[in-house]
């Protein structure tokens, strides 16, 4: 059971590169998300999914996309990759959110470099 | 506009109780308190959370005061590999869209 597992977990971009980055996880969880975190910083979420062939708008969107064509994977695009974009990227997986006891499970973060 | 506020950083002994305060004065009564850690740069891990009752796992304990506008968090026997961020959300559901990471508190367990 390895949970939710991220690739890669490092990459480095060049400025208009594009990217995806793949979150699976293996728990059967309807939820999955996409954070990033800069240093200092809490995490701020992105784009979120609340099943397969679904997806949201988190708090920050601009310049990703997400698709879920599988309920197990999740995956985040760059299209065109700036600096701004670099930071550590984390995915997680949950539960319905009418499971009021549900916990987040989250993967171990993909650090983006954009030069 | 924080739903909780946390010390920014504490210190612990090695085997001594670690005690980490939150304060959530504005919580509903539909409300959760959840904790969780992060562990220099790993993903966040769940730690516990509560509504109204007081709540213990194998990681830790959770206070909640009567009123619940503040919370503790306790690890009983601090170890190094407890240092971490602490963060202290209110949510609805534990469902990660409804959960805001603020700034947390750095826990360090000193040896």
């Known amino acids: 059971n390895a949970g939710v597992t991220q690739t890669p977990k490092f990459r480095v971009l060049k400025t208009g590169q594009s990217m995806t980055l793949l979150c699976a996880q293996d728990m059967n969880h309807e939820y999955m998300y996409w954070y990033r975190q800069d240093p200092g910083m809490g995490l701020r979420l992105i784009h979120y999914s609340v099943g397969e062939g679904t997806t949201a708008k988190g708090e920050v969107p601009d310049g990703y996309n997400v698709s879920r064509l599988k309920k197990q994977n999740f995956l985040l695009g760059l299209e065109s990759a700036a600096p701004s974009q670099t930071s550590v990227y984390f995915c997680a997986s949950s539960y319905s959110i009418r499971d009021l006891n549900t916990e987040a499970f989250f993967g171990q973060g993909t650090r983006l470099t954009v030069v | 506009d924080a739903k909780t506020t946390q010390p920014p950083s504490m210190d612990c002994a090695e085997g001594r109780a670690a005690n980490l305060p939150c304060n959530h004065s504005t919580i509903s009564g539909n409300e959760y308190v959840y904790w969780y850690r992060q562990i220099h740069s790993q993903g966040p891990q769940y730690i516990i959370h509560?509504?109204?009752n007081n709540e213990t796992n194998e990681m830790a304990s959770l206070i909640i005061t009567e009123d619940r506008k503040s919370s503790t968090l306790i690890l009983p026997h601090a170890t190094l590999r407890d240092t971490a961020v602490y963060y202290c959300?209110?949510?609805?559901?534990?469902?990660?869209?409804?959960?805001?990471f603020g700034s947390g508190t750095q826990l360090t367990v000193l040896p």
């Open positions: 509560g509504l109204k």
């Open positions: 959300i209110v949510s609805v559901s534990g469902s990660a869209r409804q959960l805001t």
